[in-house]
């Protein structure tokens, strides 16, 4: 797995949309693969319930027979987290100030999440990074 790409792929989000505060990719059981955090979030708490609350969406999504999940979005009383399925082993969480403009991280994430996916699935090569 590239780190360094799924690395430019959080900063480029956080870059395009205005209110963005961090980001973090994560496996759908909980483990932490990367993330761009302030020191004052614990990647790795963070990883672990965004997969909780991915499953259950997803499985709220499948009773109510509404299709795939792509995102979930819950929204505090100091900003927004959103949730966006990454494949069905992956997961991208996003967390926002008040003021994190939403239609403009929907768009934005699209195309992240389908590049965060390929960076997953391709295979690691020998002599990258050489």
């Avoid at 690395?7 to 993330?35: K, N, P, S, Y």
Wanted: glycine share 12%; with cysteine.
């Amino acid at each position: 797995m590239n780190h360094e790409a799924l690395a430019r792929e959080m900063r480029g989000l956080r870059d395009q949309v205005t209110g963005l505060t961090d980001t973090a990719v994560g496996t759908a059981d909980g483990l932490l693969i990367a993330a761009d955090t302030a020191d004052c979030i614990e990647p790795e708490g963070l990883a672990a319930l965004a997969a909780a609350g991915l499953g259950l969406a997803r499985r709220t999504a499948h009773a109510a027979q509404r299709g795939t999940l792509r995102r979930t979005v819950a929204y505090g009383s100091q900003g927004v987290t959103a949730l966006y399925a990454v494949g069905d082993s992956a997961l991208m969480v996003v967390l926002g100030d008040e003021g994190m403009d939403l239609d403009q991280l929907h768009r934005a994430a699209t195309g992240a999440v389908r590049r965060i996916e390929t960076i997953l699935t391709s295979p690691h090569k020998a002599t990258e990074g050489v």
